[in-house]
């Protein structure tokens, strides 16, 4: 496996680095949460990445998509990553969007991923519940017989960007107890539908997610997303695919992150030398550095096993974020640190990055529960 950019991927990273340093500083993220912004992110924005043919990347030509894959995707989150740039890929083309893609069928890809290639829609995926923690198994929101439809009840946490979607994908028992592999059933949910209520959350890292309640929604027969009962699997895929996408913003916030740290330890003076010349944060550069560098390798090694369709793309996957948990978390914490009294403050954005870490670091499973789904895999 060749772990390198092909010349149209370096064109496209050179693109997007350009795209998001003018349009997406860090000071825009600032602005927005400051502002509380309901949304989180700029429709205008997203809708200028969409006409960038950027939001359509994973999805098929006949619905408006490049038809390329999570190696091309990768390089725009890696870029958006640098600036904490908060627009809803991870939650609209990785999670809601190829739930739709690898499950639906060819009535709900055209209803929803033509308008979401080309900016116009906004989805969410609920799937996650209280003491659920990183079993996707674990669901006790149920979806009963309702004519030739589904009466849905139940409730989900951390919906990501779940304010915002036009359409959520429920994630619901029809049979079986809970943590019951089998039984589990995707409905397609469209916003404003009666007893579905949501209620805006902000994250630690200032992201937005909802509370999701549905209190006997009603869908038709044509709501269910793949097979009934088998739900599972395809929940799984998609958060997988979703899990190499965060991987790679994760990698562009470590990079930031560790950029802004080195330039500040060329700046500082203490003792009359720049504190960059110290030997101890020297050698403290370096494993930061070694680390970005092992976490650029997995992302990207993940990203192209999915693309291929490999047998040991879960594994890569798993030993990608484990990998990119622990770097952007040392990263962060060494970036504050490191900056000393000032990266204490508000006031200076590198305290972002670190909340930032923290999010993204336990979203689709830590690195503790990584190792551990790597090791039974591997046959541990």
């Known amino acids: 496996m060749q772990l390198l950019l092909t010349e149209d991927q370096e064109l496209l990273a050179k693109t997007a680095a350009d795209f998001v340093a003018k349009q997406s500083p860090v000071s825009r993220f600032r602005e927005l949460r400051d502002s509380d912004d309901p949304l989180g992110f700029s429709r205008s924005l997203w809708k200028q990445m969409a006409e960038l043919g950027w939001v359509g990347i994973p999805f098929p030509e006949e619905f408006g998509g490049a038809g390329l894959g999570l190696s091309e995707l990768a390089v725009i989150l890696e870029a958006l990553g640098r600036n904490l740039a908060p627009e809803p890929f991870i939650s609209t083309v990785l999670l809601a969007g190829q739930a739709l893609l690898l499950g639906g069928s060819d009535a709900q890809k055209k209803r929803w991923i033509e308008p979401v290639a080309a900016g116009d829609a906004f989805l969410a995926l609920a799937y996650q519940e209280v003491r659920g923690r990183y079993d996707l198994h674990r669901i006790r929101t149920r979806a009963e017989r309702n ?21 959520l994908i429920v994630a619901a028992r029809t049979t079986g107890d809970v943590s019951d592999a089998d039984g589990i ?14 209620e805006r959350q902000r994250r630690v890292d200032s992201r937005g997610a909802a509370l999701v309640k549905l209190e006997a929604v009603e869908v038709g027969a044509d709501a269910v997303v793949g097979v009934e009962g088998q739900g599972g699997a395809l929940l799984e895929d998609a958060i997988d695919r979703a899990t190499v996408g965060l991987c790679a913003e994760m990698l562009g916030a470590m990079s930031a992150c560790f950029e802004r740290t080195l ?16 030997q101890a944060l020297k050698h403290r550069s370096a494993e930061m550095y070694i680390e970005i560098e092992l976490s650029r390798s997995t992302m990207m090694a993940a990203a192209r096993a999915v693309d291929a369709g490999t047998d040991d793309a879960r594994k890569l996957i798993s030993l990608a974020k484990a990998r990119c948990s622990d770097a952007l978390i040392l990263i962060s914490n060494e970036g504050v640190q490191m900056h000393g009294g000032i990266g204490m403050t508000d006031e200076h954005d590198i305290g972002f990055y670190m909340k930032r870490a923290r999010v993204a670091a336990t979203t689709f499973g830590d690195a503790a529960w990584h190792r551990d789904r790597w090791a039974r895999l591997s046959g541990y």
């Open 147 to 167: 004519g030739d439809g589904w009466r849905i009840t139940g409730e989900k946490r951390h919906v990501i960007d779940g304010g915002a979607a036009d359409a």
């Open 185 to 198: 059933t995707l409905l397609l949910v469209e916003a404003g539908a009666k007893g579905l209520t949501l």
């Open 263 to 278: 330039e500040y330890l060329k700046q500082r003076e203490q003792f009359g030398v720049p504190i960059g010349s110290f």
